[in-house]
């Protein structure tokens, strides 16, 4: 009898699932959305990187729906829900990079219109993803996969991989704010008149806020891996992460709508 009891899903269980549920509809419809009939042509490179920010943060949220309800007693579940961290939501958080570079390159380059491959800039952000491959491994080897005797799975980062990687994503995001912010400063002195109303204002202050957005949400969720030393009970450590990738997401999609017209990238 106490065991059967012991298998029912208590209230933090039904919460976060309804959590994950939720932000898996809103990642599904901003997917949907994104790969209907009319939007999917022309698809240049700027769509294809939001359809994949989409399309894993969707994978990550689905793989934690199924987790949650499953991961009572079961090192199986807890390993998948370790591995969904590592490679689905590592790679929503690459392609996000990908896409707040982009945005760079678009409020640098609006008046030279120069191609990727001729901006020096970008070509240098590009190199400055490449520290995250070592991240990447770092996360795939000191992480906690534990299930205690009253059978919760306990999952997160070590210290040697968290340490980095919210050292490396607080610095990132925080270059990358810099950048957006240094047009709208040039832009405010060299025009009087009505500058709040041009599109390269328009552009810099939606990726200002996108890139803030994604500093803050990314920097407090891995915060909570650090100060729990990794050892966070599995069901909070997907609900931050689906929360996280859906907050930075709806800001993605946002973004997006606003500038559809616009932009000759997004």
Avoid at 35 to 60: C, D, E, H
Avoid at 233 to 260: E, P
Wanted: hydrophobic share 50%.
């Amino acid at each position: 009898m106490q065991d059967r009891a012991d298998m029912n899903p208590d209230h933090l269980e039904i919460m976060t699932e309804f959590i994950n549920l939720f932000c898996l509809s809103v990642l599904a419809a901003a997917l949907g959305s994104k790969t209907t009939t009319k939007r999917l042509r022309p698809v240049n490179y700027g769509r294809t990187l939001v359809i994949l920010v989409y399309f894993f943060s969707w994978a990550f949220a689905a793989t934690a729906v199924l987790v949650i309800s499953t991961n009572y007693k079961n090192y199986v579940s807890c390993t998948v829900g370790m591995l969904a961290c590592d490679i689905f939501y590592a790679g929503s958080k690459i392609v996000c990079y990908l896409w707040l570079i982009e945005r760079v390159h678009l409020v640098s380059t609006s008046t030279l219109h120069l191609r990727r491959i001729e901006s020096w800039q970008y070509r240098f952000h590009i190199v400055l993803l490449f520290p995250y491959v070592a991240i990447a491994a770092l996360m795939l080897t000191f992480r906690n996969i534990i299930i205690l005797p009253n059978g919760q799975c306990l999952i997160g980062l070590k210290l040697p991989a968290s340490g980095p990687l919210i050292v490396y994503d607080f610095c990132f995001n925080l270059y990358l704010t810099v950048l957006f912010v240094i047009p709208l400063i040039r832009v405010s002195r060299r025009s009087r008149a009505e500058w709040t109303r041009t599109r390269l204002y328009n552009l810099s202050i939606r990726s200002l806020i996108a890139s803030v957005v994604c500093l803050t949400v990314s920097f407090a969720n891995v915060l909570v891996n650090v100060i729990t030393n990794g050892e966070e009970r599995g069901l909070m450590c997907l609900t931050m992460c689906t929360g996280d990738v859906t907050v930075s997401d709806a800001y993605v999609f946002f973004c997006n709508r606003t500038d559809a017209p616009k932009s000759r990238s997004m």
